[in-house]
């Protein structure tokens, strides 16, 4: 017997992401119904399909779900403190990372599930239905196996930061550490690992430290991402290109080589503007790299030190207007732009046989995000064909 069918219905304005099924910009489909089967889409049309089961989404916007390619999850401790001190006029440094690695050493694997679940819920109520995860509080063999394991529950792209600071115990060691991520590390974290991923800054590791990192990653199989360029001009982002990476993170500095190198090259430039509004660092200049032909995504860097949020629709809200993106780039950047982040080609868009990850909105236009913002617009969450979040309070249409 085949899966039941489900219909949304009476959509007003359809995102798909697809100019093979609705207009540009987006992909526009209007008075549009998806077809869903099981955990996929099926059709997508004018409205009024037939299927086994109908949902009206009241002429209202309907949207992909949002993929969220940038988030380190897994963690415990509290970092407030420190959030209070750097918006008083101290400056945000790497350093921190100790303290979420060592509240993170000291917690049970139950403890840091029940936390992980907790935020992952939450971002799934702000729209994300793709997560990658990152380890990386953790900083030893077992620890970062453990953040992994946990990652593990909620999504398939999870991302080996080993090498994320050098922990106290090494010190001093730089090299030495490096040595101990590339072999007893990396063989304890590769059977729960998509991704190898390395933060290049000044106070974390150089770029011969990174490209001997994610070398030793890619030769052990996995996908190279790189976090580049955070805190200042630096080697990263033509690393990551040199290196092939999905993605080069961050990208709040960029030269004009940069953009050069990152517009000639498959590696998208994935902006985290929470970061920036969180360690009051500038904006990345998004239309400087989009002009030039860079591929970009947002994502929210989800993390207890530079950006604890889970809200897409606060990056949506920044990148329009503090990094100058259309509402149309924004909303692209954080759905398909996430999408080809993880290189995912299931995710990010609204065609048959894409997975069925749609928000349907309490307003008539995704411009609302921006629009109104700060306000809850997401109305009904579908995850996979599954409605995972059904807001009873949402604001006046
Ligand atoms: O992406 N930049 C490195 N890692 C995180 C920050 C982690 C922290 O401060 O705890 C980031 O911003």
Redesign the pocket.
């Known amino acids: 017997m085949s899966p039941a069918t489900t219909v949304i219905d009476n959509i007003g304005l359809l995102v798909t992401n697809d100019l093979a099924v609705g207009e540009a910009p987006l992909g526009i489909v209007r008075d549009a119904s998806v077809v869903l089967e099981g955990s996929h889409i099926v059709a997508v049309g004018p409205a009024g399909a037939i299927a086994d089961t109908r949902i009206d989404a009241g002429g209202m916007c309907v949207i992909p779900g949002f993929v969220d390619s ?1 988030t ?1 999850l897994v963690f415990a401790g509290d ?1 407030s403190d420190e959030f209070a001190a750097r918006m008083a006029g101290q400056p945000y440094q ?1 350093g ?2 100790q303290t ?1 690695v060592a509240a993170t050493r000291s917690a049970t694997t139950n403890e840091l599930t029940r936390l992980a679940t907790a935020r992952r819920d939450e971002a799934r109520r702000a729209g994300i239905t793709t997560v990658e995860i990152k380890s ?1 509080y953790g900083l030893d063999a077992a620890n970062e196996v453990r953040c992994l394991q946990v990652a593990e529950h909620f999504t398939a792209d999870t991302t080996f930061l080993g090498a ?1 600071v050098v922990p106290r115990e090494f010190e001093g060691r730089t090299d030495d550490y490096v040595h101990y991520v590339c072999n007893e590390m990396l063989l304890a974290a590769l059977a729960h690992s998509r991704w190898i991923d390395a ?1 290049c ?1 000044v106070g ?1 590791f150089d770029a011969d430290q990174c490209r001997a990192v994610l070398t030793a990653g890619r030769a052990a199989g996995l996908g190279c991402r790189l ?1 580049a360029n ?1 805190l200042g001009h630096g080697p990263g982002a033509q690393l990551a290109v040199e290196l092939g990476c999905a993605s080069a ?2 990208c709040t500095y960029l030269t004009d080589a940069d953009i050069t190198a990152l517009a000639a090259s498959d590696t998208v430039a994935t902006f ?1 503007p929470a ?1 920036d509004f969180s360690t009051r660092q500038p904006y990345p200049d998004a239309r400087r790299a989009i002009d030039a032909g860079v591929k970009v995504a947002l994502a929210t ?1 989800c ?5 604890y949020t889970t809200s897409m629709s606060f990056c949506l809200a920044l990148a329009v207007r503090d990094m100058h993106m259309t509402v149309e780039e924004a909303l692209t950047a954080a759905t398909l732009g996430g999408a080809r982040a993880l290189r995912r080609g299931d995710v990010g868009h609204v065609a048959p046989g894409a997975r069925a990850d749609l928000l349907m909105l309490a307003a008539p236009s995704y411009s609302h995000f921006v629009y109104r913002p700060g306000v809850p617009i997401i109305d009904q969450v579908i995850e996979a064909g599954r409605l995972v979040v059904r807001s009873d309070h949402g604001p006046t249409k």
Not at 303 to 307: A, L
Request: net charge negative; charged share 10%; glycine share 12%.
């Open positions: 940038h380190h970092r790497a921190g990372i979420s990386g994320h933060f800054e974390a976090h955070q993170d961050h985290l970061t860097n993390n207890p030190g530079s950006s």
